[in-house]
């Protein structure tokens, strides 16, 4: 088989992200603007008007983030790739949605470019949003399949890869990305793959013509039906958990300490453990790139190994507690975090290092 | 159903299940279904009719229409449908809403789905309080009408008035089809006693079918239709059949408030 053709460009993380969606086979687009993630939906209103795509049909600017996520859902009740991005007070009114279409297992993508929390907070980068991702988000037992980019080129390739995984296991998927890849400026490249195509006659609402009716509804009275219900969706996570936990390992093998971070922070502390080996310091990388399912066999592992850990995230230590979850409490993890806006710099993230310290050799 | 050899369809339609449904006694939301399912089996568009179920009395109604459905959160109907229409423009889509999910917590997706003419159907039923909770206030409910929220009668000093939502659609230019009917039989004096006339009802079937001809023809249309709740009224059916015909339309007056299609005339 010939490699793929490949397209190079120069873009913004939120645009290449549209762009990686439309390459995806998007059918339509919800959107609601909010800073940082809007150059997403102007770059597909942009594409929209230019009908270079022929399967994208739907542009819709809605009133609300209520209102675009409800139209995701509907439309995604078609069988159609849907899509809405947000940056996070409106991923916290899109929870409604994202509650709803879980339970009725619908194939959507939701993009979360995490801002500055709580409340307005500010425009800066931040993770603060890990729980609300990674632990359901809104009401009732369900997860979401949380991808987490940290450039440009994964902001471009990763719709794919969501759409994929929305269909395959009829669930919602997110891209939780953050201000600072949205608005990053990077070269990416464009593999020009297929979309996959995935079986939605057991299912969609297409009219109920030589087949009795199709119901997505998340409603059933029925406490021992939707116990059953429940326990299935529980079954599907599992399966999601022994076969889609996704993350890179980087000088972990002789390290003695193993940094932890996702995202953007990820791209620091890569460059940190590089001066850090550079003066001989054991010291490691593991970047999680699913962040549900988390990567808790593989830090299991390393702590087996006799790594201690130390986490870095744009929050107060939200993965943290997955990280302890993960290694239990008899290693030791320690916290480095930045919120508000700000980044750490390769320098907190050595500095840090340095106080744990590791053997230099 | 058959009897002696001959079969009886004794008013069986195919457009519904058999399941009976859970609508309390007198209430008007029977009465509806009925309406849209004969609607839906004159104009032959089952086999392309998805409904979007609403939060309220009418969120059991995948039991009953025998369609696709899709269950939307409480006041998103309209958002949801669009979703559906948008990607499938061949489909007919609808919903009933009642008065708490529709001009209430749905106000905004109904209001946007008029503005843009969105290609949907929408019936409204008002019967003035959410029912399916328990009888509390809804925006409908009458000046000094008792509700669980409201003991001591609405005080439209607190609440403000009754929102009339079809006057409210009437002044949206997306919308091409907004009218007021009622479910609501008319009670007659008799020579031996009480009758009760239809004629609300033979308008009520009209508009339902004028609401899936106008979808057809590319526009929004909205049928808001009074009905009663007697059980949270705390009425015998009948004095809620009356109060409805006095109190409720009085408040709500009956008629078309836009047909741009002109469809009534037709």
Not at chain 1, 133 to 152: D, E, Q, W
Not at chain 2, 113 to 142: C, D, E, H, S, W
């Amino acid at each position: 088989m010939s490699s793929p053709a490949k397209e190079q460009r120069y873009l913004k993380g939120n645009e290449a992200l549209a762009y990686g969606a439309l390459d995806a086979g998007l059918n339509a687009y919800y959107a609601y603007p909010i800073t940082p993630s809007s150059e997403i939906p102007e770059t597909l209103a942009k594409e929209f008007e230019t009908g270079k795509y022929p399967g994208y049909k739907v542009f819709l600017q809605a009133a609300s983030e209520l209102e675009a996520i409800s139209m995701v859902l509907g439309a995604a009740a078609t069988g159609s790739r849907v899509m809405t991005a947000t940056s996070s007070p409106g991923f916290s009114l899109k929870q409604e949605g994202i509650s709803y279409g879980a339970g009725m297992e619908l194939p959507f993508l939701v993009v979360d470019i995490c801002r500055a929390g709580p409340g307005l907070g500010n425009l800066g980068p931040e993770q603060g949003d890990y729980f609300q991702a990674t632990k359901g988000g809104g009401h009732g037992n369900y997860r979401l399949i949380v991808l987490a980019p940290n450039s440009v080129q994964e902001m471009a390739t990763f719709p794919k890869l969501a759409f994929d995984l929305a269909f395959r296991y009829r669930n919602p998927v997110l891209i939780l990305g953050d201000a600072f890849t949205g608005q990053l400026k990077e070269g990416v490249e464009f593999p020009q793959l297929e979309p996959a195509r995935f079986d939605v006659s057991s299912w969609a609402l297409t009219g109920a013509r030589d087949r009795p009716p199709h119901l997505l509804v998340s409603l059933e009275l029925d406490y021992a039906k939707h116990y059953k219900h429940v326990a299935a969706m529980y079954e599907k996570y599992k399966r999601i958990e022994e076969a889609e936990v996704r993350f890179e390992e980087f000088e972990t093998g002789d390290a003695e300490v193993v940094i932890v971070a996702f995202g953007i922070v990820a791209r620091i502390a890569r460059g940190a453990v590089n001066k850090l080996r550079a003066r001989g310091v054991k010291v490691g990388l593991l970047r999680p790139i699913t962040l549900w399912p988390f990567p808790s066999t593989a830090l299991k592992k390393l702590a087996a190994d006799g790594k201690r850990f130390l986490v870095v995230e744009l929050n107060t230590g939200q993965m943290l507690e997955d990280v302890r979850l993960a290694v239990g409490n008899d290693v030791a993890v320690d916290f480095l975090g930045r919120w508000g806006g700000l980044l750490p710099s390769e320098a907190d993230i050595e500095g840090m290092v340095n106080r744990l310290e590791v053997t230099a050799a | 159903m058959s009897e002696a050899g001959m079969e009886v369809k004794a008013g069986r339609l195919e457009a519904l299940t058999d399941a009976p449904t859970h609508y309390c006694a007198g209430c008007e939301h029977g009465t509806l279904t009925r309406l849209i399912a004969s609607a839906i089996e004159t104009l032959n568009i089952r086999e392309r009719t998805v409904m979007v179920d609403s939060v309220g009395c009418s969120v059991l109604a995948y039991n009953y229409f025998n369609c696709d459905h899709f269950g939307a959160a409480h006041g998103r109907a309209p958002a949801s449908a669009a979703g559906l229409k948008g990607m499938r423009p061949d489909l007919t889509v609808f919903t009933i809403q009642g008065d708490g999910d529709a001009a209430a917590i749905g106000l905004l997706e109904l209001l946007y789905a008029a503005k843009r003419g969105t290609p949907i159907t929408i019936f409204l039923v008002n019967n003035g309080i959410y029912g399916m909770t328990g009888g509390q206030m809804a925006p409908t409910t009458l000046e000094g009408q008792v509700t669980t929220t409201t003991p001591h009668g609405r005080d439209v000093k607190l609440t403000g008035t009754p929102l009339d939502v079809s006057k409210l659609l009437a002044g949206i230019d997306g919308a091409s089809y907004v009218k007021r009917a009622s479910l609501v039989v008319t009670e007659l004096a008799g020579p031996r006693g009480s009758v009760y006339a239809i004629k609300n009802l033979m308008d009520a079937k009209r508009s339902v079918e004028n609401a899936f001809k106008v979808q057809s023809m590319g526009g929004f249309a909205f049928v808001e239709l009074l009905s009663t709740c007697s059980i949270n009224w705390k009425m015998p059916i009948l004095d809620a059949k009356r109060f409805a015909n006095t109190q409720l339309m009085k408040q709500f007056p009956l008629g078309v408030y836009r047909d741009v299609f002109g469809v009534e005339k037709k």
